[in-house]
């Protein structure tokens, strides 16, 4: 597959491991004690970092939407990569050959690691949405098919204008749509696209093979041509002893599923491609179309901004509602958690809340936004929609609202002592178990029990925690296996081992994320 060099390339491929870890500071709480949305404040490669203990693997939809490197100065926030702090980033990270890159090449340094840490919190059968337009469209292709792999990318047309039509005189094109790129983390193995036709249901449903489930028809469930490279691309056997080798919408442990509960038919007495029989009483396939012309426009979106915060021109760029809810409505699970780390004026959060109110799910959604109007317009925005707008309803939700706060760790990879121990031990337990404690009264240094191993965080900031026989007579045991963090060890090998104990030596032994 060919992929994209830029100038700065090699200085970004692998930056997002550099990156330092920093604890999220809580600044407050909207609407309730404790929320599992997010707002943070704060650059989206630091906040993601942060973001990795709690949540890698786990997001499964998210939406963003970052500067289009359209060359326009005069905006409210960076379009062009040329904001002070991205410029000293950039120059931080790629050195002195940072002052010679273009416009794209700086675009391309800024997306990089924030899609590979964005990769990273994907879950296994999640989605990543990326707005965009022509600017650096061929790009990004470029950029998501080298991290998220060539067969996992698709693009959809977001029509952003209504339609303008003048045949008579044709001086020049009008652009009235834009792109969205979505980029999966495993196509084969997600919902989404899987069933490319469905029969026709005007059409009289059959039983030929007088199945006790009733009537049904059939659907197409491979491609017309096939990619011998697809990971979908195997052969099934009909009851007849036919093989069909071709490239499936199903990967096969689903299809031998499928063929097991009798739900493939094999038409031309066994001889014909494999179809899905779909009974008359089931669900439809929700299909998503990739030309989405019916998603409200960019004047849309304006129109919410100023009914909701009474100045259309307070955000430049804002999608509407519509756009974002119907991707994450046709995606999600209604337990999903939905990230947007562009948050811009907060769309993505209101298409949440808006779309549990209407379908009772549980979504959750977790914003970053780097400018200080994060509060004023990202922030304000939600609380507006939570407690009811204009003829709006309120919404019975909440969200906590973060800052960046202390890196957890120096450049030797030493703890930073102003890091508040309670953060620390949160990501000590995260790294090892990717849970969150919940014990904590017992003995302070327990951290938790996972898979029948007991956690202890031995660590105190002013004085070296040695694990010893006497520390070991403070434990209340509840596993045979022990993992004990602690500064210095004076047990030996057969002890660790007769106790069943793992040391691991603060802060050495303590993953860097
Ligand atoms: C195009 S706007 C997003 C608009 C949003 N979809 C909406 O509907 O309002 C892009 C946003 O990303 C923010 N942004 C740009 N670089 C960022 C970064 N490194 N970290 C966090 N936010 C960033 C910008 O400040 C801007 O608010």
Redesign the pocket.
């Known amino acids: 597959m060919p992929t994209l060099n830029w100038i700065g390339k090699d200085k970004v491929v692998s930056h997002h491991q550099e990156v330092p870890f920093k604890v999220l500071k809580k600044e407050y709480t909207f609407n309730g004690d404790k929320s599992d949305n997010l707002i943070i404040h704060?650059?989206?490669?630091v906040?993601l970092k942060s973001l990795l203990p709690k949540y890698e693997n786990r997001i499964d939809i998210m939406y963003i939407?970052?500067?289009?490197n359209t060359g326009n100065e005069n905006w409210v926030?960076?379009d062009n990569v040329n904001?002070p702090r991205?410029k000293k980033w950039i120059g931080e990270v790629v050195g002195a050959e940072g002052e010679d890159l273009s416009r794209h090449d700086k675009w391309l340094c800024?997306m990089y690691p924030?899609l590979k840490l964005l990769h990273k919190l994907l879950s296994d059968t999640g989605i990543l949405f990326i707005?965009i337009d022509d600017n650096e469209l061929h790009n990004l292709i470029l950029i998501c098919k080298e991290i998220f792999g060539n067969a996992n990318t698709d693009i959809l047309i977001w029509r952003k204008n209504g339609r303008q039509s003048n045949t008579k005189n044709i001086v020049r094109f009008k652009t009235t749509h834009e792109y969205v790129v979505a980029c999966f983390k495993n196509k084969a193995k997600t919902q989404i696209g899987k069933i490319k036709h469905l029969p026709n249901w005007k059409k009289e449903k059959k039983n030929v093979d007088k199945d006790p489930r009733g009537p049904w028809e059939s659907g197409i469930i491979s491609k017309e041509q096939s990619r011998p490279d697809s990971p979908n691309y195997y052969s099934i056997t009909s009851p007849s002893g036919n093989v069909t080798t071709r490239e499936f919408y199903y990967p096969k442990e689903e299809l031998l599923r499928l063929l097991a509960d009798n739900r493939i038919y094999f038409p031309k007495a066994g001889e014909g491609v494999p179809r899905l029989k779909i009974f008359e009483n089931e669900e439809q396939e929700y299909f998503f179309d990739s030309i989405m012309d019916q998603f409200a426009t960019f004047t849309d979106?304006k129109g919410e901004i100023e009914e909701i915060l009474g100045d259309r021109n307070i955000?430049p760029?804002?999608?509407p509602v519509k756009l974002v809810k119907e991707i994450i409505r046709a995606t999600s699970k209604k337990d999903s958690i939905i990230l947007?780390?562009?948050?811009?004026?907060?769309?993505?959060g209101h298409a949440v809340l808006d779309l549990n109110n209407e379908d009772g799910g549980n979504r959750k959604f977790i914003m970053?936004?780097?400018?200080d109007y994060c509060e004023d317009i990202t922030s304000e925005r939600m609380r507006r929609v939570i407690n009811g707008y204009s003829d709006k309803e309120p919404i019975n939700d909440s969200f906590t609202y973060y800052s960046l706060g202390d890196n957890l760790f120096d450049n030797f990879g030493n703890i930073n002592p102003a890091v508040d121990i309670q953060d620390l031990r949160q990501y000590v337990y995260y790294t090892e178990t990717k849970k969150d404690i919940t014990q904590m009264n017992e003995n302070k240094y327990y951290l938790g029990t996972n898979y029948k191993t007991d956690y202890y965080f031995y660590y105190e900031k002013d004085k070296v925690c040695e694990l010893n026989y006497s520390f070991l007579s403070t434990l209340n045991r509840k596993n045979d296996s022990i993992i004990i963090y602690a500064d210095t060890c004076t047990l030996g090998e057969n002890d660790l081992n007769n106790f069943g104990i793992i040391f691991k030596k603060t802060p050495r032994d303590i993953v860097k994320i």
Do not use: W
């Not at 704060?42 to 490669?45: A, H, K, Q, V």
């Not at 939407?65 to 289009?68: A, G, K, L, V």
């Not at 947007?340 to 993505?348: E, L, P």
């Open positions: 704060g650059d989206n490669l906040a939407d970052p500067p289009y926030y960076n904001d991205i800024m924030r707005s979106a955000f760029t804002p999608k947007d780390s562009f948050a811009g004026s907060g769309t993505t970053v936004e780097m400018m």
